[in-house]
């Protein structure tokens, strides 16, 4: 079962905040590298270094160590036609153009599952079923603000 991991569950897995997220996330990336299920975009890869550096979970050569370690996994690289078909169903779904990106990768991976905080757990796109990790355990409603894009100006940047 091939799944496509979005920024929030690595950043989870690096936020010693919030220790049952961290676990979780931790636990499903080793099971996934493990399978060779594990799989990112480009795009998740950028987020996560940034994200992580500007929260201070990670130095920037930590992150950038992770991003190099995990990008030796499967990892869909943003074409062009990629973006074209991300815009589509962000039109299409109405869900943000940033989150239509990750699951246009992970359609294009043909991945099963698309692990997330940030879409409707159980939401489907044709076989891509969208999973929240942290649902079922409760970790969802830990105190604290959730990950998700924020609009700045000209761009959206992704935020804790």
Not at 34 to 55: I, K, M, N, P, W
Not at 110 to 118: A, I, S
């Amino acid at each position: 079962m091939r799944q496509l991991f979005d920024t929030n569950v690595l950043v989870c897995s690096q936020d010693p905040r919030e220790p049952k997220k961290r676990e979780i996330a931790r636990t499903l990336i080793a099971e996934a590298i493990g399978a060779d299920a594990f799989v990112l975009s480009t795009q998740v890869l950028v987020e996560f270094y940034a994200a992580c550096v500007r929260r201070k979970l990670l130095g920037p050569s930590q992150a950038l160590h992770l991003v190099q370690l995990w990008s030796q996994h499967d990892t869909v690289s943003h074409t062009p036609e990629l973006v074209a078909r991300g815009l589509v169903l962000h039109q299409a779904h109405s869900i943000s153009m940033w989150d239509a990106l990750v699951v246009q990768a992970a359609l294009d991976a043909r991945c099963d599952v698309l692990l997330t905080e940030d879409l409707q757990h159980g939401r489907r796109f044709g076989d891509l079923e969208v999973r929240n990790p942290f649902a079922a355990s409760g970790a969802h409603e830990r105190p604290g603000t959730p990950y998700r894009a924020r609009r700045t100006r000209g761009s959206a940047v992704r935020t804790r």
